[in-house]
């Protein structure tokens, strides 16, 4: 199992602190002096007053909220502990005209297209965030609602994955979508239904499924065995499909290449399903896969600055590189240092510490990682995400990064991924919280559809293409309803935010912005809390 080293001993450490404060307040006297008390409250009040001021964020509020989130891009029937209660029944024949049941799944972002590769990287970060922070999500009382939002999308796969050879890639159509401006309750666009099969090949489609299987299956090995097994029977058949019938899947479902056009290939995908694979069943063949191909597939060869549902080789090198430190890999340790020198270049150019200004990641004047215009936010999530398990990584062995312009410290990789966080919940040149529903000041005219008119469940009266836009899309009010945990596409590179409807470049949100912080907010929030414990231990 991936990345849970490490944990058993900070777990420990937390729960003996809370047995010490039990320890002292037992052997307390009950009535114990009025100055004891008063001087003891004084303390306690003091050292609130402290961590308040240092840690201004509520790491446990934008954790719940973000896996709210989920529940507003729930596509199909809704279970009766929905608990977005504006959202309905949506997409319920979704594959009826193909003969198969694609009824489920999630709306990637502000329109009602089923994209199957970025909803697949989604379920691939919300179970790598739970894999490595499992007792932090659990001590939160968000797993329960973490593996939710996981089975509601690999629910979906096993049944978009019709036989090993076919694997159903989308439901809707993007460009007629986007003529329309309706409620997913009130679709009148097209669900017409597209498929990879052998002879249309979508290798990086597969190879992404496969990997949010396999992760998937780890999750929840040891509370639904039977669901586990199942999910990894169709990743290994997804996987083999995909490596065995090559080729990109916007050449076989033409329709999805203006929206998610598979830009780096499917090389990158493979490995990263085969690193799953691998993860899930320790079995060689699959590590000797992501060894072998390292280099005719740009594992060792792509220096990346990105990690996004396009590009996953910053996420491959990661995980190889965490495979170098263990006894029985050591065979392999010429092809893996590779992977790790990869990994750490991306990690230095988030940190800026490249010699070459230009490999470097930009920053905003307010510290923000910049890549580019169009949904930044999501550049920002992946990179904290891999910043914060690299450090707890490097924290195990008690080693630093090397980067060209200097060496850092596990404590300062975390420290930058946090300050990427607290910028998306309002530390930043706007004050605004970039997280939907979290804070005093947040996106009010986020660019989805069913946030933006009236909810079905208040006013059933049919809403048609012309008339969402006419007196819904176009109106100056803010959305009738808030789309909870959503993380909006973010600033310009100036740290300027525009709240407009049809700003959609920054104000629309999209699953796979949200899902790499869910992790990386149940680890800050549980290091606020040990900081607390610890301050109060000391008195």
């Known amino acids: 199992m991936v990345g849970l080293g490490g944990k058993e001993g900070t777990m420990e450490k937390k729960m003996m602190v809370k047995q010490q404060l039990n320890n002292n307040h037992q052997n307390t006297p009950r009535f ?4 004891t008390l008063l001087l003891f409250s004084a303390a306690v009040f003091a050292i609130l007053a402290t961590t308040a001021a240092a840690q201004p964020f509520d ?4 954790l719940t909220k973000s896996l709210l989130y989920f529940e507003s891009q729930r596509s199909g029937r809704l279970p009766y502990n929905q608990r977005v209660t504006w959202r309905d029944h949506s997409g319920l024949t979704d594959g009826l005209e193909q003969g198969v049941d694609l009824v489920g799944g999630y709306y990637d972002a502000g329109d009602h297209v089923k994209f199957g590769l970025p909803m697949a990287f989604t379920v691939t970060m919300l179970s790598w965030g739970i894999i490595e922070f499992h007792d932090e999500i659990a001590i939160a009382g968000e797993l329960e609602h973490a593996l939710e939002a996981i089975k509601w999308g690999t629910d979906y796969f096993i049944k978009a994955h019709t036989s090993p050879n076919v694997l159903w890639a989308e439901v809707g159509d993007g460009d007629t979508d986007h003529y329309c401006w309706q409620r997913p309750e ?6 017409q239904a597209y498929k990879i099969d052998q002879s249309n090949p979508g290798s990086d489609l597969a190879g992404e499924t496969a990997a949010a299987m396999a992760a998937a299956s780890i999750v929840f090995k040891k509370t639904n065995a039977h669901y586990s097994h199942l999910l990894l029977h169709h990743a290994q058949e997804l996987f083999e499909f995909g490596d065995k019938y090559r080729g990109k899947y916007d050449g076989s479902v033409a329709v999805v290449k203006n929206y998610y056009a598979s830009v780096s290939g499917y090389m990158d995908e493979l ?3 085969a690193l799953w694979l691998y993860e899930a069943t320790d079995k060689e063949e699959y590590l000797k896969y992501v060894v072998n191909n390292a280099d005719a597939f740009g594992g060792i060869g792509w220096a990346i600055t990105e990690f996004s549902w396009d590009v996953k080789y910053a996420g491959v090198q990661i995980m190889a590189s965490k495979l170098l430190e263990k006894e029985k890999h050591k065979q392999h340790a010429h092809i893996l240092k590779q992977y790790r020198s990869k990994a750490e270049y991306y990690l230095c150019s988030c940190l800026n510490k490249n010699n070459d200004t230009t490999t470097n990641i930009d920053r905003t004047p307010g510290g923000l990682l910049y890549i580019r215009q169009w949904n930044n936010m999501q550049y920002v999530t992946t990179a904290a995400f891999l910043l914060t398990i690299y450090s707890e990584f490097l924290q195990d062995l008690n080693q630093n990064l090397r980067c060209p312009a200097g060496t850092v410290d596990h404590e300062e990789i975390l420290s930058f991924a946090k300050s990427q966080v607290d910028y998306i919940l309002g530390s930043n040149p706007m004050n605004m919280s ?11 005219k986020v660019h989805h559809r069913g946030a933006s008119i009236v909810s079905y469940r208040e006013n059933k009266g049919f809403i048609g293409c012309t008339q969402g836009y006419d007196h819904w899309y176009n109106r100056a009010e803010v959305n009738p309803n808030v789309l909870v ?3 909006v596409g973010g600033p310009d590179s100036e740290d300027n935010f525009w709240d407009q409807r049809d700003n959609y470049m920054q104000t629309e949100a999209c699953t796979y912005n949200t899902a790499p912080l869910v992790g990386v907010l149940a680890k800050l929030l549980q290091l606020e809390e040990n900081h607390e414990l610890e301050l109060l231990a000391s008195y």
């Open 271 to 273: 490995l990263w399903a």
């Open 434 to 444: 970039y997280l939907v529903g979290y804070g005093s000041k947040y996106p009010t």
């Open 485 to 487: 945990g959503a993380v």
């Open 186 to 191: 009130d679709m009148t666009t097209s669900r």
């Open 59 to 62: 790491y446990a509020d934008a």
């Open 32 to 35: 114990a002096p009025h100055s």
